[in-house]
Nanobody, 127 residues
Framework: QVQLVEFGGGLVQAGGSLRLSCAASGRTFADYSMGWFRQAPGKEREFVTAVNWRSGDSTYYADSVKGRFTISRNNAKNTVYLQMTSLKPEDTAVYYC???????????????????WGQGTQVTVSS
């Protein structure tokens, strides 16, 4: 069983930065795409970004965060990161770490690709 644990959420002012971390259990971390999703109150969970397996040389971002958020992975630490800059109030949400269910070699794109979820961490951006 894979467990994902997120760290780093909190309250930040608009224009500020925050870094989220997600630590994964298991010995095959490097073989799977990892990603981040978010869910704001009253809204559906939405895709934010993902990184492909192994070297993590391919990433994919939602248009709403492109140029502001950066995903990266450290396979030696079984950890994936989400660096968030120029934060906006509309970025306020619970952020979830995710791992794909099948090895694809490419960044995941939708929640249908996800087999494991973290418990979520709250990010609140004040105006």
């Amino acid at each position: 069983q894979v467990q994902l644990v997120e760290f780093g959420g909190g309250l930040v002012q608009a224009g500020g930065s925050l870094r989220l971390s997600c630590a994964a259990s298991g010995r095959t971390f490097a073989d799977y795409s990892m990603g981040w999703f978010r869910q704001a109150p009253g809204k559906e969970r939405e895709f934010v970004t993902a990184v492909n397996w192994r070297s993590g040389d391919s990433t994919y971002y939602a248009d709403s965060v492109k140029g502001r958020f950066t995903i990266s992975r450290n396979n030696a630490k079984n950890t994936v990161y989400l660096q968030m800059t120029s934060l906006k109030p509309e970025d306020t949400a619970v952020y979830y770490c995710a791992r794909e269910g099948q090895i694809t070699g490419v960044p995941m794109r939708t929640a249908r690709d996800v087999a494991y979820w973290g418990q979520g961490t709250q990010v609140t951006v004040s105006s």
